[in-house]
Structure formats: structure tokens, C-alpha cells
């Protein structure tokens, strides 16, 4: 078997396709603007069949339910299970072929996509770290490619975490059931605000009490917090920001000290679900020193789901478990806009897009395949000069977010440790660093921090000339970077819906492949 069609059901839709060894695409049903964490419609299928010049040989789903739910109602293998006898295959027909079918847990999948991504050779005993909405505990992938689970170490903690801005936001009402999946990252901007103190009993026996909730998806209501200070308190106020930066200290030593007591040191470990997109938190276990290494993939949250399910079928099926990839593996760019009223269009040249972005201009960049995973990494990125105070004002406004959350920067991977500590190399934006210049504003967070993304030339050419040519003119390979999309909607993919927006919002001009457009 060569080719593994995999799709991923309910929130966060994907679809992956594994062709000879190779990752071919990573489609996700929220690009092209469609609504965030959206579900695969018949739009996305028929898209993806069309990139197949025959039918797959497996036709992989990606386990999925609603959680623990009463009625015992799941998709294919269903949510959990880690060993293998929870594995589903038969036969089945796609396009008048006899095909292969196969599921795995939804479980499974978080783990194969991080092992098939990382840069561990096939074979590397190894630990990976599932957190996300529901699932949190430790795995050992073994030499034989099997997988062994370790207990619990907190179930729920995404929802947890998510919960806890949804405790101090007023606009989150009580009859809301679950925090919604746009809160954590929030949440993880506000706990850098923190003042330093230390947590009062008050907020010590808080984080007791949520995180000892059982049944979370039952029991964690907001109204039942109603005695809590921070109840409807607003995000901004500075106790509840000491308590979002307390609570996810917290969260981090549970699992930390759980690996410490339980995990063999000098390993290395994959970190998947949407907790893997906390930047702290990856930071955290890399500096620990407790792991040989860390790796996080692109499409660490419910985005790779599909792309570790079909890993987990060719894995089944010829022993193979790592895979070839560009984390550029989404959809192509469509330039379907020839002329457009009150745009100067000109040639793309990274000299002059360097030049207007110095001089304060705000500029979209849309080319190539999309970005797997909910980052922006240059193909659908809006960019800005870091240097300047009032690119991040701007960006907010455009991008129509709170005025807290910060922006991150994207920069040339040789110069990161100029302005960078440690500046080690991080091409999908998914560790915290920190600044070591004041020259740089738009990008330093309240606690001197960045998110930053790494590029050399082999990752995106295009990108890292726009940097060096950056750099010729100010001194700084490094620009602002945030992602290209509607509010509410995945990632812009056609040049007349990046001209309106460019219009709506406030852009001054957008690059198209390798066309400039600039708004009059």
C-alpha cells in the first residue's frame, strides 16, 4: 500500500493524504474563509478528491465522538484507546474500487501526526504528551512502534484551562455549557500580565477546586463559581491576570512532576492536542532539561488529526511510521483578480515591499500552499515593521482583537539569537523567546516576550529574501507577523476575497504571488 486518504470528522475538519511516504496535502475545512474549527462540507470533499489521480489503497476515519457521552455514540474507532486492538479495518469501495478501510481513536491520531512530524528517527523510543479539551496524560512510543499509555494525569485540562476566561468574562454567560475554543490563547496573553505576587489562599484553593472537578463536561458551569472573586470580574482586571498566570503555572507542574516521577530522563518527548499551542508551556518542558528534546508539531491541536490517522493506517499496514512533509501543504493560492479600481499593481520586489513596510505601511502576503495548523507562517500573513510602536495598534485594529494580545514576529533564522534568547531555531511559531533589545516594540509582549517564528532559505525562500532585504535597510531581519483571515474564518486563499478584505479593514496593499497591490 502506498496511499492513505484520511479524513478527520467534527470540529477542526480535516483531510490528509499520504502518498508514497510522502504527506501530498493537509486540507482543513476552515481555509479559504470558511467559519474557524469549521466541520468537513461537501465542498471540502470534493475538493480533495479532485487532487487524486487514483483512488486511495485505505480510506482512513479518524476516530471521534462527543466525548464521554451517555448515548455511546462515536465515529469509526471512537475518542479513546491507545492499544492497538482498538483498531477498526475491513473493506470498503471508493469510486467503483475495492479499498482498504481503517480507523484509530481520535487518541491515536494526536500521537502518530506528532511522531510522524518530529525529526526522531523511526525506532526512538520516545514519550508523548497528549493535552487538549479532554485527553492529558503520557505515552511511550516503543522501538516496535507500539504505543503504551500512562495514567491520567489530569483529564480535561484544555477545557479547564479555557474555562478559566470564560469565569471572568462577562459576555460568557452562564447557560453557555463549554468555554469556547477561541479562549485559551486569550488566556495565555493575559497571564503575562501578571504582577509577581505570589497566589493568595483564596486563588490556591480556586485552582484546587477546578481542577478537581470531575466530569467536566457536566459539572464545569460557570454559575456554580458565582462565589469566586473573579467571577465576571473582567479579563483585564490585574487579580484575575495574576490567577490566569497562577492557574497555568499550575497546570504545567501537575504534568511536569508527573513526568518527572514517572518518566525516564534523557528522552526525548512529542507534544500534540490544542494545549501544544500554548507557547509557555512548550517553553517550559524544553528548558526543563528533562527531555533530550522537544518537538511540536504544526498541526498540534485537532488540524492534524487526519494527518495521524492515515500515519497510524501506513504505520498498520507497511510498518512505516514517519513521513516526508512541508508544513506549506494546504490548498494553493488562487490569483483570480486581473485588474481592480483604485489599486497601483506592480511586479512583487522584496527591496521595495522592505521599504514601504519600514516606512509604516501594513501589507498582506499571500503565496504558495497554505500553512497546515491554525499559525500563519508567511504564506497568509499580514505583515508590519516591528520597529514601530504603532504597528501592533494597527494590527489589532485591523485583525479586530483586544488590544492585550500580542503580535509575533517572523524572523530570518541566522539573526534570531541576535535579538532573540535563546533564538533557537522555531519555524512554527510555537515557543516563547525572549527579546534582547528594546528596538523592537510592535513584537515585545508586557513580559518582554515573543513568539517568534524562525525561516532559512530551504523553508521559504520568498520569505527569507523579504527578511535580508529588511534587514539591508534597518538592521533587523525580523517583521510582524499575524495571520490572514477574516474574523471568525480560516485563512484568506483567493485574491478577491484579499482585496475586499484589504478594503474592509484598513490594509494599504497585499502581494498576490508575485504581484504588488496598493491600495490608493
Known amino acids: 500500500m502506498k496511499s492513505f486518504l484520511a479524513y478527520k470528522p467534527g470540529h477542526d475538519g480535516s483531510v490528509a493524504h499520504l502518498l508514497d511516504g510522502q504527506l501530498d496535502f493537509a486540507i482543513e475545512a476552515e481555509k479559504d474563509s470558511f467559519l474557524r474549527h469549521d466541520w468537513i462540507g461537501p465542498e471540502c470533499y470534493v475538493d480533495t478528491l479532485s487532487r487524486l489521480e487514483a483512488p486511495p489503497d485505505a480510506v482512513c476515519i479518524s476516530g471521534w465522538s462527543k466525548g464521554f457521552n451517555e448515548f455511546g455514540w462515536k465515529v469509526g474507532a471512537g475518542y479513546f484507546g491507545a492499544e492497538e486492538d482498538g483498531i477498526v479495518t475491513g473493506q470498503t469501495r471508493m469510486l467503483g474500487h475495492e479499498v482498504a478501510y481503517f480507523s484509530s481513536s481520535h487518541e491515536r491520531s494526536h500521537v502518530w501526526s506528532a511522531y510522524a512530524l518530529s525529526p526522531f528517527p523511526q525506532g526512538q523510543r520516545c514519550y508523548c504528551l497528549v493535552w487538549e479539551g479532554i485527553i492529558g496524560r503520557f505515552y511511550e512510543v516503543h522501538e516496535d512502534l507500539t504505543v503504551t499509555a500512562f495514567p491520567t494525569v489530569l483529564d480535561s485540562p484544555g477545557y479547564r484551562y479555557a474555562f478559566v476566561y470564560a469565569l471572568a468574562d462577562p459576555t460568557f454567560s452562564n447557560a453557555e455549557r463549554y468555554p469556547r475554543l477561541s479562549d485559551a490563547g486569550k488566556l495565555m496573553a493575559l497571564a503575562a500580565f501578571h504582577d509577581g505576587s505570589a497566589p493568595s489562599e483564596e486563588d490556591t484553593a480556586l485552582i484546587d477546586r477546578i481542577c478537581g472537578i470531575p466530569e467536566v463536561g457536566e459539572n464545569l458551569k460557570k454559575a456554580v463559581f458565582a462565589d469566586c472573586r473573579h467571577y465576571n470580574a473582567g479579563v483585564r482586571d490585574q487579580a484575575f491576570m495574576n490567577f490566569a498566570y497562577h492557574f497555568q503555572q499550575a497546570l504545567y507542574d501537575r504534568f511536569f512532576e508527573f513526568a518527572r516521577q514517572h518518566l525516564q530522563p534523557g528522552l526525548p518527548l512529542l507534544i500534540a492536542g490544542g494545549c501544544g499551542l500554548n507557547c509557555d508551556w512548550n517553553a517550559a518542558f524544553r528548558d526543563s532539561g528533562f527531555f533530550s528534546d522537544v518537538f511540536v508539531p504544526p498541526c498540534a491541536n485537532d488540524t492534524g488529526s487526519a494527518l495521524g490517522t492515515a500515519v497510524d493506517a501506513m504505520r498498520h499496514y507497511t510498518g512505516r511510521a514517519k513521513l516526508e512533509w512541508s508544513v506549506y501543504a494546504g490548498q494553493h493560492f488562487e490569483d483570480d483578480l486581473e485588474n481592480a479600481e483604485g489599486v497601483d499593481i506592480s511586479p512583487y520586489d522584496p527591496d521595495r515591499l522592505?521599504?514601504?513596510?519600514?516606512?509604516g505601511r501594513i501589507i498582506a502576503h499571500a503565496d504558495g500552499r497554505a500553512e497546515m495548523g491554525p499559525r500563519a507562517l508567511g504564506n497568509?500573513?499580514?505583515?508590519?515593521?516591528?520597529?514601530?510602536?504603532?504597528?501592533?495598534?494597527?494590527?489589532?485594529?485591523?485583525?479586530?482583537?483586544?488590544s492585550y494580545r500580542p503580535i509575533a514576529p517572523i524572523v530570518a533564522e541566522d539573526f534570531a539569537?541576535?535579538?532573540?534568547?535563546?533564538?533557537?531555531?522555531?519555524?512554527?511559531?510555537?515557543?516563547?523567546?525572549?527579546?534582547?533589545?528594546?528596538?523592537l516594540p510592535a513584537i515585545t509582549h508586557v513580559d518582554n516576550s515573543a513568539r517568534i517564528q524562525t525561516v532559512a532559505p530551504h523553508q521559504n525562500r520568498k520569505i527569507h529574501d523579504l527578511l535580508k532585504a529588511f534587514e539591508a535597510q534597518t538592521g533587523y531581519a525580523v517583521l510582524c507577523n499575524t495571520s490572514l483571515n477574516f474574523l471568525g474564518r480560516g485563512f484568506i486563499n483567493k485574491t478577491t476575497d484579499l482585496l475586499a478584505y484589504a478594503r474592509e479593514f484598513g490594509l494599504d496593499g497585499f502581494v498576490a504571488k508575485d504581484r504588488l497591490f496598493l491600495l490608493k
Not at 522592505?354 to 516606512?359: G, I, S
Not at 500573513?381 to 495598534?393: G, H, Q, T
Not at 535579538?419 to 512554527?428: A, L, Q, W
Open 354 to 359: 522592505a521599504a514601504l513596510l519600514r516606512e
Open 417 to 439: 539569537p541576535e535579538v532573540f534568547d535563546p533564538g533557537r531555531p522555531s519555524p512554527f511559531m510555537l515557543y516563547f523567546d525572549t527579546l534582547k533589545t528594546d528596538a
Open 380 to 402: 497568509r500573513s499580514i505583515l508590519a515593521s516591528p520597529l514601530r510602536a504603532d504597528s501592533l495598534e494597527r494590527l489589532n485594529a485591523i485583525k479586530r482583537r483586544e
